[in-house]
């Protein structure tokens, strides 16, 4: 199993960039695809981006293609989003989750483990 703690959540102004890190603890993290979600207030869990168990592949919602990029260290056991040009529509709690298989999925059904998320706030 996998514990997953986020971190680097905050207020920043549109069009600022930010990084969110996820922790993971657990002997088996390189054989878990990884995933980002968020959720905004009134809005159901929305998918941001996957990654395959060793970094090979990704995939990004349309929404954030082009200014996010997710990655991973399997040495240090942790998940990162890159955040760029931030936008208000951007605002939301960022949730990181493994799912137990080595390729990722958009669906948040599809992952066994989440962390408590971490707080974005973007401001116009």
């Known amino acids: 199993q996998v514990q997953l703690v986020e971190s680097g959540g905050g207020l920043v102004q549109a069009g600022g960039s930010l990084q969110l890190s996820c922790a993971a603890s657990g002997r088996a993290f390189s054989d878990y695809a990884m995933g980002w979600f968020r959720q905004a207030p009134g809005k159901e869990r929305e998918f941001v981006a996957y990654i395959y168990f060793n970094g090979g592949a990704t995939v990004y919602a349309d929404s954030v293609k082009d200014r996010f990029t997710i990655s991973r260290d399997n040495a240090k056991n942790m998940l990162y989003l890159q955040m760029n040009g931030l936008k208000p529509e951007d605002t939301a709690v960022y949730y990181c989750?493994?799912?137990?298989?080595?390729?990722?999925?958009?669906?948040?059904?599809?992952?066994?483990?989440w962390g408590q998320g971490t707080q974005v706030t973007v401001s116009s």
């Open positions: 989750a493994a799912r137990n298989q080595r390729i990722g999925s958009r669906w948040f059904y599809a992952y066994d483990y």
